[in-house]
């Protein structure tokens, strides 16, 4: 079992940053592939960014695209997500999660395994 934890969410105004992590415990998650997803209140949960087990992979949705960046450090069994020109469209719970079979990066949730529990990003405008 794998369990994800996030934390670094918070209150910030539009045009700031944050930074999330998403520290995992339970097993080494080096060679598997990780993603941020997003749900805002009374919107489906989505896809934001997702890195393959090396970093060689990256992928992003449009509306995060040359604002936030995803990274790893498998030393440390860890991912962030780095999120600079917040908008008020970002407010949203973010999570984290794992993926342990299939293609090594993926866009769409059913295909991860492990969830965290979310952290709260709110924006004001």
């Known amino acids: 079992q794998v369990q994800l934890v996030e934390s670094g969410g918070g209150l910030v105004q539009a045009g700031g940053s944050l930074r999330l992590s998403c520290a995992a415990s339970?097993?080494?998650?080096?060679?598997?592939?990780m993603g941020w997803f997003r749900q805002a209140p009374g919107k489906e949960r989505e896809f934001v960014a997702t890195?393959?087990?090396?970093?060689?992979?990256?992928f992003y949705a449009d509306s995060v695209k040359g604002r936030f960046t995803i990274s790893r450090d498998n030393a440390k069994n860890t991912l962030y997500l780095q999120m600079n020109s917040l908008k008020p469209s970002d407010t949203a719970v973010y999570y984290c999660?794992?993926?342990?079979?299939?293609?090594?990066?993926?866009?769409?949730?059913?295909?991860?395994?492990?969830w965290g529990q979310g952290t709260q990003v709110s924006v004001s405008s």
């Open positions: 339970g097993r080494t998650v080096s060679n598997y592939g």
């Open positions: 890195i393959n087990w090396d970093s060689s992979i990256t």
């Open positions: 999660a794992a993926k342990t079979s299939g293609l090594n990066w993926g866009t769409v949730g059913s295909g991860y395994d492990y």
